[in-house]
C-alpha cells in the first residue's frame, strides 16, 4: 500500500499568499484527519472527516483555514491569506473505523510550511 | 489540565539499558491508547497500541491503567535506533497526542 501521501513537501512563501496543502489518504480508509505540529503547541488537529463529510473543525484556527474533501481520495487545506504564525508541519492523516480495538491513523509526510 | 502529560525528557541513556516513560490522561471516557514513534523532522509512526491487560512487542512492553488513567512504556536493551520522540496517545475516532518525550541513546 502506497500510505498517505501529501503534496507538497516543503512549501515557503510570503505573507498574504494563498497556500494550499493536498493529501491522498489509504485507500479505504474512511476517516481523514489534517493536523498541525509545532514545538511550542506538539500536534494539534484542526478538522476532520468522516466519509468525505467534515465532522469538526472546531481546531481550525481562524476563518483564513478552510478544508475540503471532494472525494474519498482526495482533500485539501488552505489557508488565505497566509500569515508568518502559520509557519508549522501540517500532517494528514487517515484511519479505518473497521478495525476492532480503535482507529489507529497514518500520517503522511507532512508538509513543512514557511511562511515569510 | 491537559488532555495527554508526558515528561519532555530528554532521558539519555546507555545502549541496553532499560528505559521506561509515562503518561497520564484526563479524558476518563477514552477508549483506544497507542504509543506513536515520531523521528526528528518525520510524521509520527505507530508504535504498539496499549490493552488493559499490558502487552509486549518484542523489546517493548506498554501497560494501562484506567482507574489511575495512566499509561506506560518499557523498552528494554536500548538500540541507537530507538532514539525519538514517544508519543502517548489517547481517544477512540479522534484520538489526542501528548507532546512526546524525546529518547536519546548513546554508545
Known amino acids: 500500500d502506497a500510505g498517505v501521501i501529501q503534496s507538497p513537501r516543503h512549501e515557503v512563501t510570503e505573507m498574504g499568499q494563498e497556500v494550499t496543502l493536498r493529501c491522498k489518504p489509504i485507500?479505504?480508509?474512511?476517516?481523514l484527519f489534517w493536523y498541525r505540529q509545532t514545538m511550542m503547541r506538539g500536534l494539534e488537529l484542526l478538522i476532520y472527516f468522516n466519509n468525505n463529510v467534515p465532522i469538526d473543525d472546531s481546531g481550525m484556527p481562524e476563518d483564513r483555514f478552510s478544508a475540503k474533501m471532494p472525494n474519498a481520495s482526495f482533500s485539501t487545506l488552505k489557508i488565505q491569506p497566509s500569515e508568518p504564525r502559520d509557519s508549522a508541519v501540517y500532517f494528514c492523516?487517515?484511519?479505518?473505523?473497521?478495525?476492532?480495538?480503535?482507529?489507529?491513523?497514518?500520517f503522511g509526510p507532512g508538509t513543512r510550511l514557511t511562511v515569510t | 489540565r491537559k488532555e495527554v502529560e508526558q515528561d519532555p525528557g530528554p532521558f539519555n541513556v546507555p545502549e541496553g539499558a532499560t528505559v521506561a516513560f509515562n503518561c497520564t490522561y484526563s479524558n476518563s471516557a477514552s477508549q483506544s491508547f497507542f504509543w506513536y514513534r515520531q523521528d526528528c523532522r518525520k510524521e509520527p509512526k505507530l508504535l504498539m497500541s496499549?490493552?488493559?491487560s499490558g502487552n509486549e512487542d518484542g523489546r517493548f512492553t506498554a501497560q494501562l491503567n484506567r482507574a489511575s488513567q495512566y499509561i506506560s512504556l518499557l523498552i528494554r536493551d536500548s538500540k541507537l535506533s530507538d532514539s525519538a520522540t514517544y508519543l502517548c496517545v489517547t481517544g477512540y475516532s479522534t484520538l489526542t497526542f501528548g507532546k512526546g518525550t524525546m529518547l536519546l541513546v548513546s554508545p
Open positions: 485507500s479505504g480508509h474512511d476517516y
Open positions: 496499549v490493552y488493559s
Open positions: 492523516a487517515s484511519s479505518f473505523s473497521g478495525l476492532a480495538g480503535g482507529y489507529e491513523q497514518y
